[in-house]
């Protein structure tokens, strides 16, 4: 009893935090896959412009909370114009084109940021400081703020995919793009938000994560590969998916640390990824056919 | 394309004259101080730096050496040891350097004593803390005043053990530092009576400590041992605090921990923390309150444990003075049990079986962002055998004893 409460329970908490803060970045991942048909590798480099673009925002205005709004719109505009003039010349070309394109940004933007900030590693202060008493254990504050902002922003995009107009055509694009163009939608204008939108998502995990990890131009390399298992596990394209998936991978993370060091445990996750792909390819919730 | 291999074709030509021409007659000896100078360690690289610029400037107030004036060149390594090796060769074939002080990490500096032994250089190593560099890897033109990670491990398990706890918990960077502190230090306890409850490694530049923390938590340790450095250091303190671990636990770790300068703006999660070092500008002893005087004067800055290239360099002076010559084999000959009364932290002298100096070290309590003195260990009493050619970790395992 006293293991659970006192161990099994905090794990679980940190894996939480983090499977939430992951999900955000997937979740923009899977959106563009199953819109566009491009797997942004350039999604990571995203993330940690969102970091920067924050650093610049709180150098300017001294608050992380104007560095939340504005760092990831101005990433969304970055988005809207890589979308607009390199990506979208590519569309009716095999996906692999688009594949090697992003990743030719994704470097391009780790080493034009490297260049404007230098590869030193930087802060960001925690905006809320101290630790509450939790469960009998204590708990840093900023940990809490960062697991409720990430639910609550999951469950906006739910119900932004879900109740709205704009989310309903979204999701009308990535089922027939076609037949939505036939009737009327605006379809380029759609993708091109889409692309800005996933950015700004990326963004705001980028800032959210800044003050718990340190900002540095690579920051975005390892946080990807784990995005790029979440939506394979979730089921490219899989909003759902995608979402489950980063908490079983948050949590896979944190339990299997307990037992093995944690270092050895992106082993143990990428044996869950290859599992899933042999026993079930399309992920957990993924469309048939996608990777079958 | 055309412009790219016209630059091409330019900088071969810039390199072909620059090479043609006779070599200027040798003004100024110069020194190669090679180590990280931007990353995870690099505030001990850039210390590093000022402590040999220092002894530098110092000598060549009094006339140089030999009549020569001497001449700091600076390398960054990446803190790896594919650019480590890349930058000392750099240093010796194209700088001529006749002493070379560095690198920062220990990997670093392993990787380039092959390169210093190769092209026989005086090596001296004044950070970097893996057992090897005294025993296996050792050899005639290397040199340390650091104490390494067998020499730090005798100086603090006893005060460990007397003072903090029985049982401790040994987490690590899990690169050639933190492996060497980590097993010396095990070592050491066991042999004391102590228990290692859990040992973890970490690998070095990690973001987020919190997936270890319930394995330290679970295994129930009296005390955490902690070999980090640079960021590592302070980002682990941060989250140990943060998750209330720094009031749970007793810590000890060693002495590049963290520098002086990084103390201040974590000074309450490192309140009581107790670390091993050999100095401390805070220490009331003449010499290094003498030291710091000169240092701050120059730099505006305290001196740290990262500035021993100040004695690196003026042991040298010294040995070519003596030797009469710039040669790296008169030099280390003279080097050999050689002492002096001037370095950083006062008289100190050479063994001359493996190169390594005999420091008195201090245990420091961490209070209000200040490494105070709280004892000291004698040089004679930590530095242990000579162990040249021998396997300093014949035997050892990670595995617990159970009690």
Known sequence: MDYIVAILLPQMLHGLVFGAALGLLALGLTVVFGLLGVMNIAHGELFMLGAYFGIVVIGLTQSFWMALILAPLLVGVVGALMEMFTLRPLYKREPLYGLILTFGLALALREIVREIWGGDMRRILEPITGSVPLLGMIYPRYRLFLLAASLLLLLAIWLFFTKTRAGIIVRAAVQDAEMLDGLGVNVPRVFTLTFAGSAALAAL???????????????????????FIVVILGGMGSLGGSVLAALVIGQAQSLFS??????????????????????RPRGFFGREGVLE | MAVSRAVSVAVALVLALAMASPAPAQETIKIGDLGSKVGVFEGYGKYQTMGAVLAVEELNAKGGVLGKKLEVVSEDDDTKPGPAVRKAEKLILQDG??????????????AVMDVTKKHKVIHWNSISCAEFMRTTKYHPYYFSNQPDSRMQANGLVKYVLDKMGKKVYIFYTDYAMGQSDGRQFKTALEKLGGEVVGVAGAPLDTKDFTPWFGAIKASNPE?????????????????????GMTKQYKLAGIDCFL???????????????VQLNHFSPYNPDKDMQAFTERFKKRWGVVPNMATGSYDGVLFWAEAVKKAGSFDADKVSKALEGMCLDNTHIGRQCIRPEDHQMVMDMHLYRIEKG???????????DSIGEPMVGKDPVEGFTWELKKK
């Not at chain 1, 959210?208 to 390892?222: H, I, R, W």
């Not at chain 2, 070999?227 to 303190?237: I, N, P, Q, Y």
């Not at chain 2, 200040?370 to 004679?380: C, D, S, W």
């Open chain 2, 259 to 273: 520098l002086q300068q990084d103390l201040p703006a974590i000074a309450e999660p490192m309140e009581g923390f």
């Open chain 2, 223 to 243: 005390v955490l041992f902690l070999a980090f450095a640079g960021t590592d250091s302070l980002r682990l303190m941060t989250q140990l605090h943060s998750f």
């Open chain 1, 205 to 227: 995990a980028g800032l959210l994560l800044a003050p718990v990890f340190t900002v540095v131009p690579t920051m975005g390399v390892e946080m990807i590969l784990l995005a």
């Open chain 2, 97 to 110: 350097v006749k002493l070379l002080i560095g690198a920062v990490s220990s990997g670093a500096t392993m």
């Open chain 1, 258 to 279: 307990l037992w093995m060091n944690p270092q050895r445990v992106a082993i143990a996750i990428f044996a869950i990824m290859i599992f899933v792909l042999i026993v």
């Open chain 2, 370 to 380: 200040k490494n105070t003195p709280i004892a000291r260990i004698e040089g004679k």
